[in-house]
C-alpha cells in the first residue's frame, strides 16, 4: 500500500469511527432545549473577547488519487507558473488581525511590499494602504455601515477569514453558529450526549436546506455539530455534505483562554467529493496571541492618521461646488464658441 493510500485509509477510519461513536447515543430533547439556549447566551458573551493574533494557512493534500493527479496535470498546463498546483507541496501564507467585540480588523502585508489595513468599527468600514517606504496611509475603501444591506453583506464576508479564524469554535463554515440555530432552514434531526477523550460533549445531528437561490452555498445536509458545553458551547467539530457533493469534516483544538472563552491554537479542513472520494484536501490553520485587550482606537481612520469621515454632511461641498463651477465655466464657453462662429 502506498504512502497516498495508507493516508487514505487512516483518514476514513478515523472519520467512520467518530462518527459511528457519536451516532451511538438516544435523542435528548431537554439537552436540545440546553444547547440552544447556551448558544444563544455565548453569542451575547463574546463581545468580551479582545484579541490580536497571527496565523499561518496550509493548503495540501491528505491523499491524491490518480485521477485527481491527471486533472490537475491537464489544470496546470494551461495556468501560469504561480498559478500552478503540486498535489505533493504544501502551500502555506500567513494572516494577522484583531477583533474587539464586534469590531474588526485585518492587516495585510503586500507581496509587492507595503501594508494594507482592512477594519470595521460601530459606524463605518474602510481599508487603507501605502507603498514601500511611504510612512502615510492613503485611503482606499470606506462605507457607511446599515446604509444599505448589500454592502453590509460584502464587508461581512470580508471580515469573516479574520472572524472565522479568531473565533473559529462558533463559526461554522463562514458564519456564526448562533445565526445558524436562528436561520429557518436548520432543522435539527437529533441531540445527544457524547463522550471522548473523558470530555462530556453534545452532538447535533442537522439539516440546513436553504431553498433561497442567492444563499445556496449555505446548503448543509446530512451536517452534524460537537460542542462542549463546559467552554461555552465551543465547536471541538463539525461536518457536512455541502453543495456540489463535497464532504467537509472540521476539527478544532482549544488553545489559550481569552476573556475565558477558548481562542484555537489550530484548526484543520478536511474535504472530499463524492465523486472522487480517495482524493482528500486538507486546510490547516494555526493561531498564536500576540496581545489582549486591542485599543478601541486601533479599529478608526483617525488612528492611522487621517481624518474620520463626517455621513452626516452632504459629499456636495466644497469639492462639489468646484465640481459645478468648473462645468458651468465649460459650458458658458462651449456657448460663446458657438455665438462667434455664428456671428462670422
Same mark, same amino acid.
Given at each position: 500500500?502506498?504512502? $497516498?493510500?495508507?493516508?487514505?485509509?487512516?483518514?476514513?477510519?478515523?472519520?467512520?469511527?467518530?462518527?459511528?461513536?457519536?451516532?451511538?447515543?438516544?435523542?435528548?430533547?431537554?439537552?436540545?432545549?440546553?444547547?440552544?439556549? #447556551?448558544? !444563544?447566551? &455565548?453569542?451575547?458573551?463574546?463581545?468580551?473577547?479582545?484579541?490580536?493574533?497571527?496565523?499561518?494557512?496550509?493548503?495540501?493534500?491528505?491523499?491524491? $488519487?490518480?485521477?485527481?493527479?491527471?486533472?490537475?496535470?491537464?489544470?496546470?498546463?494551461?495556468?501560469?507558473?504561480?498559478?500552478?498546483?503540486?498535489?505533493?507541496?504544501?502551500?502555506?501564507? &500567513?494572516? @494577522?488581525?484583531?477583533?474587539?467585540?464586534?469590531?474588526?480588523?485585518?492587516?495585510?502585508? !503586500?507581496?509587492?511590499?507595503?501594508? !494594507?489595513?482592512?477594519?470595521?468599527?460601530?459606524?463605518?468600514?474602510?481599508?487603507?494602504?501605502?507603498?514601500?517606504?511611504?510612512?502615510?496611509? #492613503?485611503?482606499?475603501?470606506?462605507?457607511?455601515?446599515?446604509?444599505?444591506?448589500?454592502?453590509?453583506?460584502?464587508?461581512?464576508?470580508?471580515?469573516?477569514?479574520?472572524?472565522?479564524?479568531?473565533?473559529?469554535?462558533?463559526?461554522?463554515?463562514?458564519?456564526?453558529?448562533?445565526?445558524?440555530?436562528?436561520?429557518?432552514?436548520?432543522?435539527?434531526?437529533?441531540?445527544?450526549?457524547?463522550?471522548?477523550?473523558?470530555?462530556?460533549?453534545?452532538?447535533?445531528?442537522?439539516?440546513?436546506? /436553504?431553498?433561497?437561490?442567492?444563499?445556496?452555498?449555505?446548503?448543509?445536509?446530512?451536517?452534524?455539530? /460537537?460542542?462542549?458545553?463546559?467552554?461555552?458551547?465551543?465547536?471541538?467539530?463539525?461536518?457536512?455534505?455541502?453543495?456540489?457533493?463535497?464532504?467537509?469534516?472540521?476539527?478544532?483544538?482549544?488553545?489559550?483562554?481569552?476573556?475565558?472563552?477558548?481562542?484555537?491554537?489550530?484548526?484543520?479542513?478536511? &474535504?472530499?467529493?463524492?465523486?472522487?472520494?480517495e482524493t482528500i484536501s486538507r486546510n490547516a490553520n494555526t493561531l498564536e496571541i500576540l496581545r489582549r485587550g486591542v485599543p478601541e482606537e486601533e479599529f478608526y481612520l483617525s488612528h492611522y492618521g487621517l481624518p @474620520?469621515?463626517?455621513?452626516? !454632511? $452632504?459629499?456636495?461641498?466644497?469639492?462639489?461646488?468646484? =465640481?459645478?463651477?468648473?462645468?458651468?465655466?465649460?459650458?458658458?464657453?462651449?456657448? =460663446?464658441?458657438?455665438?462667434?462662429?455664428?456671428?462670422?
Amino acid at each position: 500500500m502506498n504512502g $497516498s493510500l495508507r493516508v487514505l485509509a487512516s483518514v476514513s477510519w478515523m472519520l467512520l469511527l467518530a462518527n459511528a461513536t457519536l451516532r451511538a447515543q438516544a435523542d435528548d430533547p431537554a439537552l436540545q432545549r440546553r444547547f440552544l439556549e #447556551g448558544v !444563544r447566551q &455565548t453569542a451575547r458573551k463574546l463581545d468580551q473577547i479582545s484579541v490580536h493574533a497571527k496565523g499561518v494557512n496550509t493548503q495540501d493534500f491528505a491523499a491524491v $488519487s490518480k485521477k485527481a493527479r491527471a486533472d490537475l496535470a491537464e489544470f496546470n498546463k494551461k495556468r501560469r507558473p504561480e498559478q500552478r498546483i503540486d498535489p505533493d507541496k504544501a502551500r502555506t501564507r &500567513t494572516f @494577522e488581525g484583531a477583533i474587539r467585540g464586534s469590531f474588526t480588523l485585518e492587516n495585510t502585508k !503586500r507581496r509587492e511590499g507595503g501594508d !494594507r489595513v482592512m477594519a470595521k468599527n460601530d459606524a463605518y468600514a474602510f481599508a487603507i494602504g501605502r507603498s514601500p517606504g511611504i510612512a502615510s496611509y #492613503g485611503l482606499e475603501f470606506l462605507e457607511r455601515l446599515h446604509a444599505d444591506r448589500a454592502t453590509d453583506r460584502r464587508i461581512e464576508e470580508q471580515e469573516e477569514p479574520i472572524r472565522g479564524s479568531i473565533l473559529a469554535a462558533w463559526h461554522v463554515f463562514g458564519h456564526p453558529l448562533s445565526r445558524l440555530v436562528e436561520s429557518p432552514w436548520f432543522k435539527i434531526k437529533k441531540v445527544s450526549a457524547v463522550r471522548s477523550e473523558s470530555q462530556d460533549l453534545v452532538r447535533v445531528d442537522f439539516d440546513h436546506l /436553504v431553498d433561497d437561490p442567492d444563499r445556496k452555498r449555505d446548503w448543509l445536509s446530512d451536517a452534524f455539530l /460537537v460542542c462542549d458545553p463546559a467552554t461555552n458551547w465551543a465547536l471541538k467539530e463539525y461536518g457536512a455534505t455541502r453543495p456540489g457533493g463535497g464532504v467537509h469534516r472540521v476539527t478544532i483544538e482549544f488553545g489559550e483562554l481569552v476573556s475565558g472563552f477558548p481562542i484555537p491554537s489550530r484548526f484543520t479542513f478536511l &474535504t472530499s467529493s463524492l465523486n472522487d472520494p480517495e482524493t482528500i484536501s486538507r486546510n490547516a490553520n494555526t493561531l498564536e496571541i500576540l496581545r489582549r485587550g486591542v485599543p478601541e482606537e486601533e479599529f478608526y481612520l483617525s488612528h492611522y492618521g487621517l481624518p @474620520e469621515p463626517n455621513f452626516g !454632511r $452632504s459629499w456636495f461641498g466644497a469639492w462639489g461646488l468646484c =465640481l459645478t463651477g468648473a462645468v458651468a465655466c465649460i459650458i458658458i464657453g462651449m456657448i =460663446l464658441m458657438r455665438r462667434r462662429k455664428a456671428g462670422r
